[in-house]
């Protein structure tokens, strides 16, 4: 059958990359693509996150489904190290620096602290339970302390949850890769003997240092290039800041530093900057993503060989019910110590630590250096990624409702894009009022926009009429606000309140949840000071509006 990796199957020679192979290839690629992009309507009803779809097609086509062969675990490796840069870059850019800031210490701690508890407890077990030797153990709870930014991200967009877990599970997922890479990598190239905890210790410090310096670097550097200068196309942005994103993990990596903790942090600052296009270059981001993750777990699929993993389900179950059932939670719960989580939060944490391409990828890298025994940690992490990904996944908006931690009747976020306007110092928001949303109901004159902002056109089923200050709006409706540049953000942070809270958002309190609670007594200059209503401190950066978006 099929070769992926240009060798001749008689001579074992590499061949040319020729026209008719090149054709080859694109037909294979892009209906496996297309059969991905189709296969993702299928996760979304069964709640099962995409890798397992894609990994699944993988399976399919490789040697023991149609026949395809491939097994360049090299290949794989480096391929999976630009599909995470992709990934990485995508989940920066679309993660919002004012919800997670408060939850950062907590990320960092559970990031750090939380890893070298799940390695400790997770390598006990490989070896007491598994009888794997030491090294080979502790490479095992490396491979797998790591959480999956991928698995995480699309699993968050579907389970509205308090915006203090959110933070911390975006957090967690962006950092936590870089030590759990130095740790396997550190461990695959030495022997076991000569390794010394504290030596370890200082060498992932101070690649973390670096890369948290060049990546902020970059970052800065990148915004003020890009705010200064006016690119002739705006499809130029995008390629842009993709280019920096892979610039600070370069430049990171080969300054002997973490290149993933780079490029999560350049591009978590260019996700929050004020820069021109952030809706195309977010979208341009994502769509790269989505390739990164279908085709990384389809070679994934593709490199396991199935009928070899039978004798690894066993010690996967057993290492991955440690993982889940007690070495993660023992993380959660010493990460959570100094930030007094309650305990609900902490069985949340607990169990949204999913698992997904990284732990296979990371898995690679000891087969590389031919560790003994590495075709068996990546047979076990393989079959523990299926299995408990496939429980954890689907589960996880059960296991929060049953928390009351979240509601999927609750209201969601009303979808806002902004397109800047130049040379007018303008904004053009577009504003899409969904399902459930509180602004349904509201007349125009009742979103109470700063002055400098106003609704000037609504799409309500397919046909769009400029709106009076009477006019009531409705689901499905779409807006366009235009707003100056002063008080764009005043203007989005009030639709965003409207969309939770209605036309009374910034007259009530918000409780502990950022729900809206009791009314304010003092009235109309409660209202003023909490910038839901007209004058100054609209437009001004000082003001601190109430947040009631539920996540």
Partial sequence: ?????????????????????????????????????????????????????????????????????????????????????????????????????????????????????????????????????????????????????????????????????????????????????????????????????????????????????????????????????????????????????????????????????????????????????????????????????????????????????LDDVAPAIVVGLVLTVIARPLSVVCSMLPFDQRWRDQALLSWAGLRGAVPIVLATIPRVAEVRDSERIFNIVFVLVIIFTAVQGPTLPWLARKLQLGDSEEPLDIDIESAPLERLRGHLLSVAVPGHSKMHGVEVGELRLPPGAAVTLVVRDGNSFVPLPTTMLQHGDELLVVATDPVRDAAEQRLLDVGQGGKLAGWLKPDREGRAGSRDTRGPRRRRDSGSGPGPRDSGGSRKPWDLRKH
């Fill in 1 to 309: 059958m099929a070769d992926l990796q240009g060798t001749s199957p008689r001579s074992g020679k590499d061949l040319p990359l020729t026209v008719d192979r090149l054709n080859q290839l694109l037909l294979l690629s892009t209906l496996v693509l297309l059969f991905a992009v189709a296969a993702v309507r299928l996760s979304s009803r069964s709640g099962l996150p995409s890798l397992l779809v894609y990994l699944g097609i993988g399976i399919a086509i490789g040697q023991d489904g149609l026949g395809v062969q491939f097994d360049d675990t090299a290949l794989t490796r480096t391929l999976g190290y630009a599909a995470l840069v992709v990934i990485l870059t995508e989940g920066g850019l679309s993660t919002k620096w004012r919800e997670i800031r408060p939850a950062v210490p907590a990320a960092a701690v559970l990031s750090t602290v939380g890893v070298a508890v799940s390695v400790a407890v997770t390598a006990s077990a490989a070896h007491y339970l598994v009888g794997l030797n030491w090294q080979t153990s502790l490479l095992m709870g490396a491979v797998v302390s790591s959480t999956d930014a991928a698995a995480v991200f699309s699993v968050l967009r579907k389970v509205p949850l308090p915006k203090r877990l959110t933070g911390v599970l975006e957090a967690e997922s962006g950092f936590n890769d870089a030590p759990v890479v130095i740790l396997v990598v550190s461990l695959s190239a030495h022997d076991f003997a000569s390794v010394h905890w504290y030596v370890l210790v200082a060498e992932i410090a101070l690649e973390l240092a670096i890369g948290l310096i060049v990546g902020l670097a970059v970052g800065k550097l990148g915004e003020l290039g890009l705010g200064r200068v006016a690119l002739p196309s705006s499809g130029l942005y995008p390629i842009a800041v993709m280019a920096l994103c892979v610039l600070s993990y370069a430049g990171g990596a080969i300054a002997h530093g973490s290149g993933f903790l780079a490029v999560y942090v350049t591009s978590l600052i260019l996700g929050n900057a004020r820069l021109p296009h952030r809706p195309a270059v977010r979208g341009f981001a994502d769509g790269l993503a989505w390739i990164a993750q279908i085709g990384l777990f389809v070679l994934l699929g593709l490199l396991v060989t199935p009928h070899d993993l």
